[in-house]
């Protein structure tokens, strides 16, 4: 998704003056929140894989009590 929102959004970013490292960067911190959070969560789901004996409620809530 990325990779086909970024090329069409970069001009625009540029067009309204922004820094492109700064746009980088939001970008990077938003995509890792999609991984990261529920209902995807595609590293928790990575972490319930190797941790097996710690259920995926139990992760979920770490990952929650983390963010704070």
Do not use: C, H, Q, S
């Not at 490292?21 to 991984?35: H, K, Y």
């Not at 190797?50 to 139990?58: F, Q, S, T, Y």
């Amino acid at each position: 998704m990325v990779m086909l929102t970024v090329p069409i959004f970069y001009p625009v970013v540029l067009a309204l003056g922004f820094d492109p490292i700064w746009f980088g960067v939001a970008i990077v911190l938003i995509t890792e929140m999609g991984v990261v959070t529920p209902p995807v969560g595609v590293n928790v789901y990575a972490v319930a894989g190797v941790a097996r004996d710690i259920p995926l409620e139990k992760i979920f809530k770490w990952e929650v009590i983390a963010k704070l």
